[in-house]
């Protein structure tokens, strides 16, 4: 629904001689209807919280009225899109702590992280929250579950070190450093969350903005979406178990933004 990048698609058709095979139509795919249905679609509208763009209400529609076959996963590019969780630890939220700084200011809105960046340190395995196949999709999008989670120590252990130089690389003096990165790497800020994407029906080929399936820290024009649960860090330790109710509500409506809630309990071990 951009009128240049339309104007810049239609120029490029031309030159190559495709005019007669290609047609640009210009608009938003809910408001548009096509001469014909279409054999299959591929369709980039995956958020960092793989539904928070709209996919649900979309594919939805282009089920209805858009693809000949759409209950065939091999009809959409990408066929499936998933969102993975973890425990994180969050250097910034260790470092500025009321009342000289007040997180409750972020109205909930979650903090947004470079997938390589080093602040952000998992406490657990990865665990799947959201799983949506193109082919297989339904009216009613809520997503409700209670997901468990499991510290690792050896993940706290892991995450001393790269917590160390992330202080380090923040100026802050050797000791306080490694105070800082104890700390941190034993503390829980929220429930991290990022996408996957599987392109192919047979989930041969996937996409990954975190290294899958560890969720280690890798290149990715996606983002790590950090929710900041509590005014401060908890601290945690290895075997405690982190159980979250995740309510997502990601309904047929095109015209509803989806919304996302996490509460959350430590059961200490």
Avoid at 101 to 116: A, Q, S
Wanted: charged share 25%.
């Amino acid at each position: 629904a951009n009128s240049e990048d339309v104007k810049s698609a239609r120029a490029t058709v031309t030159k190559l001689g495709f005019e007669d095979i290609i047609e640009v139509l210009e608009g938003f795919s809910n408001e548009i209807t096509l001469p014909e249905k279409a054999d299959f679609a591929v369709a980039e509208i995956v958020g960092s919280i793989a539904s928070e763009e709209g996919a649900y209400a979309t594919i939805l529609d282009a089920h209805r009225r858009l693809i000949k076959e759409p209950l065939n996963p091999s009809n959409w590019i990408p066929s499936r899109i998933q969102t993975y969780g973890s425990p994180a630890s969050y250097t910034l939220h260790n470092l500025f702590q009321p009342p000289e700084f007040d997180w409750t200011k972020l109205n909930g809105e979650p903090v947004r992280f470079n997938c390589r960046d080093e602040g952000l340190q998992l406490l657990s395995d990865p665990v799947l929250v959201e799983d949506i196949s193109f082919a297989d999709i339904k009216p009613d999008g809520l997503n409700k579950k209670e997901i468990k989670f499991v510290i690792d120590g050896e993940r706290i252990e892991d995450n001393t070190s790269s917590l160390y130089e992330e202080f380090r690389r923040a100026r802050l003096p050797k000791g306080e450093a490694e105070k800082m990165a104890k700390t941190t790497a034993a503390s829980l800020t929220g429930i991290a969350l990022w996408s996957r994407l599987i392109l192919d029906g047979e989930g041969a080929i996937d996409v990954n903005s975190r290294a899958f399936p560890n969720g280690g820290h890798q290149k990715s024009h996606w983002q790590t979406v950090l929710p900041i649960m509590n005014d401060l860090p908890v601290p945690v330790k290895g075997g405690d178990e982190v159980v979250v109710n995740v309510n997502f509500d990601v309904t047929g409506d095109v015209l509803k933004p989806p919304s996302y809630k996490l509460d959350a309990d430590i059961i200490r071990k």
